[in-house]
């Protein structure tokens, strides 16, 4: 079975960057539509940002639009989000979650997160203002 694996979550002060990694061990990523979430304390879990299992699409939420970037890196089995002016709303744990099923040159870029499959432990971003 797939497991993914985040990392890259810190503390970091307002306005300052990161960038989160979602990884998988013995699973090809391109084999899947990747996306990621968030979820803060009291709150739903929500969609941020979203790639094609084709790599051509990305969507991101409105929120976070322009600050945010998903990208895959192919030949590292990985899929970033780099994460640009940080903001206090922004802290949450972040999760990263695989779409099965996709065919190859797909270019759907899913937002809900009933269609994922595979959902990694999260890492924890915390935002200071």
Same mark, same amino acid.
């Not at 797939?2 to 979550?9: D, F, I, N």
């Not at 990884?23 to 990523?29: D, I, N, Q, V």
């Not at 996709?102 to 959902?119: A, E, G, K, M």
């Given at each position: 079975?797939?497991?993914?694996?985040?990392?890259?979550?810190?503390l970091?002060?307002?306005g #300052?960057?990161?960038?989160?990694?979602?990884?998988?061990?013995?699973?090809?990523?391109?084999? !899947?539509?990747?996306?990621?979430?968030?979820?803060?304390?009291?709150?739903?879990?929500?969609w941020v $940002?979203?790639? $094609?299992?084709? #790599?051509?699409?990305?969507?991101?939420?409105? $929120?976070?639009?322009?600050?945010f970037?998903?990208?895959?890196d192919?030949?590292?089995?990985?899929? !970033?989000?780099?994460?640009?002016?940080?903001?206090?709303?922004d802290?949450?744990?972040?999760f990263?979650?695989?779409?099965?099923g996709? $065919?190859? %040159?797909?270019?759907?870029? %899913?937002?809900?997160?009933?269609? !994922?499959? !595979?959902?990694?432990?999260?890492?924890?971003?915390?935002?200071?203002?």
């Open positions: 079975q797939l497991q993914l694996v985040e990392s890259g979550g810190g970091v002060q307002h #300052g960057s990161l960038r989160l990694s979602c990884t998988a061990s013995r699973f090809t990523l391109t084999n !899947y539509g990747i996306g990621w979430f968030r979820q803060a304390p009291g709150k739903e879990r929500e $940002s979203c790639i $094609s299992r084709s #790599g051509r699409t990305t969507n991101s939420a409105d $929120s976070v639009n322009v600050r970037t998903i990208s895959r192919n030949a590292k089995n990985t899929v !970033y989000l780099q994460m640009n002016s940080l903001k206090p709303e802290t949450a744990v972040y990263c979650a695989a779409a099965a996709l $065919s190859p %040159l797909s270019n759907t870029c %899913l937002r809900r997160d009933d269609l !994922y499959n !595979y959902w990694g432990q999260g890492t924890q971003v915390t935002v200071s203002s």
